[in-house]
């Protein structure tokens, strides 16, 4: 008898140690979801409980006052449902400071109990007292797990949940057997076999229920990994949306730049097609008149081909500015953007009487996206512009400094004006923000925002009356960032 009573202790304590096991090393191979403490602690102090009271049946001689060993396996069954019981309450709510004391403070007053009722009290005494609290504890499980199915449904913690009804009837049945019991049992031959049947009966059921648990966290894990692959799509999506509203700013920033020159710069291709139209003019009545000295016939030609040039110039230079470059880093002349900048700016710098002030290191080259920082230059030039034009001073400076720092380049522009409104100055890079009354806001922002996936940094400082200034600092090598 009381060697198969050790068997199926021994056993149960397998199954358990099993379960925990293939859990434990389930969880590891991910980190979406980890199992709750409270149940694989529960799980190991079980195992822990079952071996020690499998063992202790083995040896046992007097049921009345066994050895300490039964307190100490009883004990661990007591933490183990007791932290079964925290486990239930923690898919609910945290678990409190105050609610781990109080458990603390039960498990000692328990060991006491217990040991005491095993040096003065008899085999039903214990046992019935274990069944009350058992059937206590799975009570409260079944409260907890049922507020937790109304919020989120689960048939894992359905499963749970019955497996908690049927420990609950089988505790309840081993007190009732007890106390209908007419003899004192003080052999392990006198224990009824139908009390033993509830016994192994409850914790089978128990080791049910460890293994809902796993499911339900197994469940959990699946669950998860459907979201995560959901917001990966969304997150995938967002992205791509987030790129075509940056390609489609950028190509809106570029018709709000260049349509602010536009007027000037038809004005200034119309002075070299003008000069061209003259010139042939003037060489076609000479053919006519037959009388076309050959130096006067080259000085005609040459001066066709300046203006010729001088529009082919300023056309390439527009384009540039709408060229749908792929997003490549090449290495880039700081000193040739500037002036190409500055050719596209020019009929306007000329229009506001701006003198132009350009102090430039030798050998400024950068590998980066020429296309996009052209643009930034080009947005950065003309605020500048419009900073003067409503600016009263009669001396009206641009300045444009660039130089190496270290691994860096830095470039600064700036400009005699006012200087910006202190209460605008904390919003100068946002988007949609903008102290222009025909601006879209989008410019600065845009400056921003290519400045940072290369890797570099943009800022400025401004004084009133006195201007302000924009600077731009970008690694050698941009590192290019989405």
Same mark, same amino acid.
Request: hydrophobic content about 50%; overall charge neutral; aromatic content about 10%.
């Given at each position: 008898?009381?060697?198969?009573?050790?068997?199926?202790?021994?056993?149960?304590?397998?199954?358990?140690?099993?379960?925990f096991?293939?859990?434990?090393?389930?969880?590891?191979?991910?980190?979406?979801?980890?199992?709750?403490?409270?149940? *694989?602690?529960s799980?190991?102090?079980?195992?822990?409980?079952?071996?020690?009271?499998g063992?202790? /049946?083995?040896?046992?001689?007097? *049921?009345?006052?066994?050895?300490?060993?039964?307190?100490?396996a009883?004990?661990?069954?007591?933490?183990?449902?007791?932290?079964?019981?925290?486990?239930?309450?923690?898919? !609910?709510?945290?678990?409190?400071?105050?609610?781990?004391?109080y458990?603390?403070?039960?498990?000692?007053?328990?060991?006491?109990?217990?040991?005491?009722? #095993?040096?003065h009290?008899?085999?039903?005494?214990?046992?019935?007292?274990?069944?009350?609290?058992?059937? =206590?504890?799975?009570?409260?499980q079944i409260?907890?797990? /049922?507020?937790?199915?109304?919020?989120?449904?689960?048939?894992?913690?359905?499963?749970?949940?019955?497996?908690?009804?049927a420990?609950?009837?089988?505790?309840?049945? #081993?007190?009732?057997?007890?106390?209908?019991?007419?003899?004192?049992?003080?052999?392990?031959?006198?224990?009824?076999?139908?009390?033993?049947?509830?016994?192994?009966?409850?914790l089978?059921?128990?080791?049910l229920?460890?293994?809902?648990?796993?499911?339900?966290?197994?469940?959990?894990?699946?669950?998860? !990994?459907?979201n995560?692959?959901?917001?990966? %799509?969304?997150?995938?999506?967002l992205?791509? %949306?987030?790129?075509?509203?940056?390609?489609?700013?950028?190509? /809106?920033?570029?018709?709000?730049?260049?349509g602010?020159?536009?007027?000037?710069?038809?004005?200034?291709?119309?002075?070299?097609?003008?000069?061209?139209?003259? !010139? =042939?003019?003037?060489?076609?009545?000479?053919l006519?008149?037959?009388?076309?000295?050959?130096?006067?016939?080259? %000085?005609?030609?040459?001066s066709?081909?300046?203006?010729?040039? #001088?529009?082919?110039?300023?056309?390439r230079?527009?384009? +540039?500015?709408?060229?749908? %470059?792929?997003?490549?880093?090449?290495?880039?002349?700081?000193?040739?953007?500037?002036?190409?900048?500055?050719? @596209?700016?020019?009929?306007?710098?000329?229009?506001?009487?701006?003198? *132009?002030?350009?102090?430039?290191?030798?050998?400024?080259? @950068?590998?980066? !996206?020429?296309?996009?920082?052209?643009?930034?230059?080009l947005?950065?030039?003309?605020?500048?512009?419009?900073?003067?034009?409503?600016?009263?001073?009669?001396?009206?400076? =641009?300045?444009i400094?660039?130089?190496?720092?270290?691994?860096?380049?830095? =470039?600064?522009?700036?400009?005699?004006?006012?200087?910006?409104?202190?209460?605008?100055?904390?919003?100068?890079?946002?988007?949609?923000?903008?102290?222009?009354? +025909?601006? *879209?806001?989008?410019?600065?922002?845009?400056?921003?925002?290519?400045?940072?996936?290369?890797?570099?940094?943009?800022w400025?400082?401004?004084?009133?009356?006195?201007?302000?200034?924009?600077?731009?600092?970008?690694?050698?090598?941009?590192?290019? +960032?989405?």
């Open positions: 008898m009381k060697a198969l009573i050790s068997i199926y202790f021994f056993i149960l304590a397998i199954i358990q140690m099993g379960l096991l293939g859990i434990y090393h389930y969880y590891r191979s991910q980190s979406l979801l980890k199992p709750s403490l409270y149940w *694989m602690f799980i190991i102090v079980s195992v822990a409980g079952l071996l020690t009271f063992a202790g /049946a083995i040896t046992l001689q007097n *049921m009345v006052n066994p050895e300490f060993n039964f307190t100490v009883n004990s661990l069954f007591y933490v183990a449902a007791l932290l079964q019981v925290l486990f239930c309450q923690s898919l !609910n709510r945290g678990v409190s400071k105050q609610t781990k004391i458990a603390l403070a039960s498990v000692l007053i328990f060991i006491l109990t217990f040991e005491y009722m #095993r040096l009290g008899t085999f039903e005494i214990r046992t019935a007292v274990m069944a009350t609290i058992a059937s =206590i504890f799975y009570c409260w409260y907890e797990l /049922a507020i937790k199915r109304k919020t989120s449904p689960s048939k894992q913690l359905l499963y749970m949940q019955c497996a908690s009804f420990e609950m009837f089988f505790a309840i049945g #081993r007190f009732l057997i007890l106390v209908t019991s007419a003899v004192a049992i003080t052999r392990v031959e006198q224990i009824p076999q139908i009390l033993i049947l509830f016994t192994i009966s409850q089978v059921m128990n080791t229920s460890y293994i809902a648990i796993g499911s339900y966290w197994a469940e959990q894990v699946v669950v998860a !990994n459907i995560v692959i959901a917001e990966n %799509e969304t997150t995938k999506k992205l791509q %949306e987030r790129d075509l509203l940056i390609a489609s700013l950028l190509k /809106a920033n570029k018709t709000a730049s260049t602010a020159l536009s007027a000037s710069i038809a004005h200034e291709l119309n002075q070299p097609l003008g000069a061209s139209n003259l !010139n =042939i003019q003037f060489l076609q009545k000479k006519t008149e037959g009388s076309v000295d050959p130096e006067l016939q080259k %000085e005609i030609l040459d066709l081909l300046s203006d010729n040039q #001088r529009a082919a110039n300023i056309i230079s527009l384009r +540039s500015v709408f060229s749908d %470059e792929k997003i490549l880093t090449s290495k880039v002349d700081v000193a040739d953007l500037i002036d190409l900048v500055l050719t @596209i700016a020019s009929p306007e710098i000329a229009k506001q009487n701006i003198q *132009m002030v350009l102090k430039l290191e030798k050998d400024l080259f @950068i590998t980066a !996206n020429k296309s996009e920082l052209q643009q930034v230059l947005n950065l030039l003309i605020n500048a512009i419009d900073a003067l034009k409503s600016s009263d001073k009669a001396d009206k400076t =641009i300045t400094l660039g130089k190496n720092i270290g691994s860096e380049i830095q =470039i600064s522009i700036t400009d005699s004006g006012l200087g910006i409104d202190q209460d605008v100055q904390t919003h100068m890079f946002e988007l949609l923000s903008t102290t222009k009354s +025909s601006g *879209m806001g989008i410019g600065l922002w845009l400056c921003k925002h290519i400045i940072s996936r290369h890797g570099g940094s943009i400025f400082e401004s004084f009133a009356r006195k201007g302000a200034t924009f600077f731009v600092r970008l690694p050698l090598v941009a590192v290019y +960032s989405t």
